[in-house]
């Protein structure tokens, strides 16, 4: 990583914009602007920003990534549900000389319970007698359901229980079947996010849970992955990055 801090821009001053705003002041970062509605990214602005956090709305996002890759600056894209236009961000990012990270969790932890679930589906791959579900929690205000860790989770199951081909939500009104994963989701009252693994035989069952206490640990990671794209160019996963500083084996 750079060893300098970036200068940090902020997309969205919601909870998770406000959040990034105190980890990064704690932490030794300079935000030196803060975008939302009332304030939009000028196209032709001058800022003085290295790297945009954007965890704004998934409507936002494209014309977010064209703006600050026109401007040559570097982006961390936490904001989830924008899927249908990867390949053209992609595109843009690449063709403009910038650096994206993305990541549909910047959680270290949940890093870690990706690479413990990945582990665990390849146990489950072995024996055709163990089921896997997944059931996620977040707050009412959460737009999109499932949320993107939750079909992250699943795309990392279905990739390693050759079983299994697709994903069946939880807006699916009949009876799951044995080659698709069941992901189920309920939106409540304050709760930050909860993940629950559900592995199940005749014989016993197993429970991988990861609960977000706060927003910090987001935070954090989108730091982590902003001073980590600072002064790179490409398109990168956030995996990547924990996979870069953990080592890949």
């Known amino acids: 990583m750079n060893n300098s801090k970036p200068k940090i821009a902020i997309i969205g001053y919601g909870s998770m914009g406000k959040e990034i705003e105190n980890s990064a002041l704690i932490s030794g970062f300079q935000i030196t602007d803060i975008f939302e509605i009332e304030n939009p990214i000028k196209e032709k602005g001058i800022y003085d920003f290295d790297v945009a956090i954007d965890f704004s709305f998934p409507e936002s996002v494209l014309d977010n990534v064209k703006k600050i890759s026109n401007l040559n600056k570097n982006i961390v894209l936490g904001t989830t549900g924008w899927g ?83 994903i069946m939500d939880d807006t699916n009104r009949v009876t799951i079947e044995p080659s698709s994963i069941h992901v189920t989701s309920s939106r409540v009252g304050e709760i930050t996010g909860t993940h629950t693994i559900l592995i199940d035989s005749q014989a016993d069952t197993i429970e991988l849970i990861h609960r977000a206490k706060n927003r910090q640990g987001f935070a954090e990671g989108a730091l982590l992955a902003a001073e980590w794209i600072h002064g790179k160019k490409g398109f990168f996963d956030f995996g990547e990055v924990m996979d870069e500083i953990w080592g890949k084996d």
Do not use: C, W
Request: proline share 1%; aromatic share 8%.
């Open 84 to 166: 249908k236009h990867i390949e053209e961000i992609k595109e843009y990012v690449v063709s403009n000389n910038a650096g994206l990270v993305f990541g549909s969790n910047f959680s270290i932890g949940m890093q870690m319970f990706f690479r413990l679930v990945e582990a665990a589906s390849k146990l489950v791959n072995k024996f055709d007698n163990y089921d896997i579900m997944l059931h996620e929690i977040h707050h009412k205000r959460k737009k999109d359901s499932p949320s993107g860790t939750a079909l992250s989770l699943a795309e990392i199951m279905l990739k390693e229980i050759k079983r299994k081909n697709k």
